[in-house]
């Protein structure tokens, strides 16, 4: 009687290190992409002032400033998306300055502009936080997704509705390259 009654214990208690265990990781996860969300406003944030200092300087360039506002513009519109959807809109924006970033190449005036090159430095900045920041949640959503999906925290996980999380990723290797912006 006893042995029964220490093995329902047993249970209950392992049952309830997995459940907090689970919790822990979800806090985690959301903690993660907090902290992601929080760089990649940062990053549009940014946007307006770098694109006022290069429009004196690159009105031959409408189409690649264009580009960069309507990137900009998605990304602030999903704000609410998925870290996949969110992925693919952040790749997007990415491009964008990665590609005005190499037409400001051209304008040696716009290289030694004082305001371009603090944005520089704090653009090179978030994308540096960025990439900590994506390392941070994804190492998150990997332990809350083994626990997930390990047995037999999977039975504890279906019991109380604990699913898998999202990694955030870019598309494709090209949107994966930081911009370069050192002149």
């Known amino acids: 009687m006893w042995v029964v009654l220490l093995i329902i214990v047993a249970a ?3 049952a309830i290190m997995v459940y907090n265990n689970l919790v822990k990781n979800r806090q985690l996860v959301e903690e993660g992409w907090s902290g992601i969300d929080v ?3 940062r990053r549009a944030n940014l946007i307006p ?11 031959h360039e409408s189409e690649t400033l264009q580009a960069v506002t309507e990137a900009r513009a998605a990304v602030q519109g999903a704000s609410n998306a998925s870290p996949q959807e969110r992925g693919k809109l952040e790749g997007l924006l990415s491009g964008a300055l ?3 970033i190499a037409v400001a190449e051209a304008y040696p005036d716009l ?12 653009l090179q900045s978030t994308e540096d936080e960025i990439q900590l920041s994506r390392r941070y949640y994804n190492g998150t959503v990997r332990n809350m997704n083994v626990m997930v999906e390990s047995f037999p925290s999977n039975i504890i996980a279906n019991m109380f509705q604990f699913f898998k999380a999202e990694y955030f990723e870019l598309e494709n290797e090209a949107e994966r ?4 912006v050192s002149f």
């Open 39 to 41: 760089q990649l406003k």
């Open 12 to 14: 209950g208690g392992y």
């Open 177 to 180: 390259a930081v911009p370069d």
């Open 111 to 122: 290289k030694a502009d004082s305001s371009f090159l603090e944005f520089q430095g704090a």
């Open 49 to 59: 002032n770098m694109l006022e200092t290069v429009k004196g300087y690159m009105s």
């Open 98 to 100: 990665g590609k005005l």
